[in-house]
């Protein structure tokens, strides 16, 4: 066993440091649930109701250099330079910190006004079949343990509506019970289970006769054909009195479900009795029936996305950014706390505490105002060089690397990053990551073009030329890459995996719902 030495350089960051960066690549979303958190975690942080006093108030026009409000922060080994700071801007701006300060009527009124919006704006929960079946149960008389009963059933309806369970022999299942943290590569195998397995299952006795009533209940709940147990149950729930042909859809579903697909009407025809026509009206109803009838409805949240930033075009041609954060909560350190540390009367330990919790407002307030300062910055760059794409269409787009707009902003390379990152904006040609500004390209008779606009079916490079770009497809469509694109102003867009994304403007997500 031989020791050595060795010398090298380690980069230790700062917890500020860190705490920015994180706070950088926040999206809006999660922005607001850090800084809720931070409410609930930090005592010395409140949130300051928005008034009509506070867009009249002003700052000193020309403070002088004995105010540490007008200096940049130093991070000293204690902190004290940044303690002053905030004793003199408690000390100019009391208003500011007083957590006594009430709005007006007027403000109030704008105030309950923002709330509003804000909750209209809310992203709402789809709702899946289970919750559309259990809030139809409300309108059936039934005693509570028959209720309790038909919620059991309700639980194993499968997202295509049918009574289904757990397949045990399915590896992926049996892998889901051993490791509950296990990701599904593929969804679990379901099987139909017999009414006195579900007896089994229900946490009180019951007979299979009592599951089977409970059973016979969701089938008359809407869609039509909920809680079956196969595809042919499923069709029959559909077929009404006022159906057309009625026994003769019956039979056919009952007796020659397999015949249809196939076309075989003379073995049809022989068998039920019944011409050619009538039979071809029946089998018309039943094409017309649905064979899943949950599909109407999802399980999962569809994701939603917040632009963080929005770009308009004003009457002179210049685009104007604006962040879209005006209703992230407004936080302040409280002024108790703050009179509170410097109170000599205060224990040490006490002291030591309230100076971690103001350092740790302070930071969180900076982190947030640099995460504005930033982003505005960086896509006020990206917007400078893409504005052939919101002018004349994504076929336009330019080559664009980070380490230009790092240079332009002059910041890192790492921070461009950060800010892109999981960042939407709004423009007027429709709702954009922003990471689909940036792409390679190819210098084409010394012009520089970008790869999406070269994918051209002809094979002509020539700029001006017929080019199919990633766009070019129809709005809403993906290229071979999976990035996230579609030329549209619509609510929808076509997400990495190909799900859908909906997207909603600074004007509301209600209408994305």
């Known amino acids: 066993m031989t020791l050595s030495q060795r010398m090298g350089q380690v980069q230790i960051m700062a917890p500020r440091m860190i705490q920015s960066m994180e706070i950088l690549q926040m999206p809006i979303m999660d922005l607001q649930e850090r800084i809720h958190q931070e409410l609930l975690e930090n005592p010395v942080l409140e949130m300051k109701e928005p008034s009509a006093e506070d867009a009249d108030f002003e700052a000193p026009a020309a403070p002088d250099e004995r105010d540490p409000g007008v200096k940049e922060l130093v991070i000293d080994k204690n902190n004290e330079l940044d303690f002053d ?31 509003h919006d804000a909750m209209q704006n809310m992203a709402s929960r789809p709702q899946s079949l289970q919750d559309y079946l259990l809030d139809q149960l409300g309108f059936i008389d ?13 639980a194993h309806i499968d997202d295509n509506g049918f009574l289904t369970v757990p397949d045990e022999t399915d590896p992926e299942y049996r892998r889901m019970l051993a490791d509950p943290e296990y990701k599904l590569a593929q969804p679990i195998r379901r099987r139909q289970p017999s009414l006195a397995e579900m007896a089994m299952t229900f946490d009180e006795p019951v007979t299979p006769e009592q599951v089977e009533e409970a059973l016979f209940l969701v089938q008359k709940l809407d869609p039509p054909g909920v809680g079956a147990r196969d595809l042919k149950e499923c ?19 009952l007796e020659h ?32 029936l ?38 992230l909560p407004n936080v302040y350190i409280s002024k108790r706390y703050i009179e509170l540390y410097k109170d000599k009367g205060s224990s040490q330990e006490m002291r030591d505490y309230l100076k971690r919790k103001i350092q740790s407002a302070q930071w969180l307030q900076e982190s947030i105002e640099q995460r504005r300062n930033t ?15 919101l002018e004349k269409g ?79 497809r129809g709005a809403g469509g993906s290229d071979e890459r999976g990035r996230v694109s579609g030329e549209t102003t619509d609510d929808h867009e076509v997400s990495a995996d190909g799900g859908d994304t909906v997207v909603a403007g600074a004007e509301g997500l209600d209408g994305c719902a």
């Open 375 to 389: 982003l505005e910055k960086v896509t006020r760059a990206i917007i400078e060089h893409q504005k052939g794409f």
């Open 257 to 288: 479900l397999e015949d249809i697909p196939h076309n075989r009407l003379p073995a049809i025809e022989r068998d039920t009795g019944a011409d050619l026509t009538t039979i071809k009206e029946a089998i018309e109803v039943i094409k017309h």
């Open 235 to 253: 069709l029959l729930l559909q077929v009404g009195p006022d159906t057309i042909h009625r026994d003769l859809v019956r039979r056919l579903i």
């Open 142 to 154: 039934m005693d509570s343990d028959l209720q309790r009963l038909v919620r059991h059933v309700i």
């Open 394 to 472: 994504p076929e336009h787009i330019q080559p664009l690397k980070m380490q230009q707009i790092a240079d332009q902003v002059g910041v890192h390379v790492t921070t461009v990053s950060r800010a892109v990152d999981d960042k939407w904006v709004q423009t007027p040609r429709g709702i954009f990551p922003l990471k689909r500004f940036f792409g390679g390209g190819k210098t084409v008779n010394g012009e520089e073009i970008a790869w999406e606009v070269m994918k051209q079916t002809d094979g002509d490079h020539r700029p001006g030329g017929q080019v199919e770009s990633a766009f070019g």
């Open 290 to 327: 649905n064979p899943r009838p949950g599909t109407g409805f999802t399980s999962e949240s569809i994701p939603y996305v917040v632009p963080d930033i929005a770009v308009d075009r004003n009457e002179d041609g210049v685009y104007e950014i604006k962040l879209l954060d005006d209703w």
């Open 85 to 115: 700071r905030l004793d003199a801007l408690s000390r100019d701006y009391g208003d500011l910190f007083n957590e006594e300060h009430r709005p007006s009527r007027n403000g109030l009124d704008e105030e309950i006004d923002r709330k």
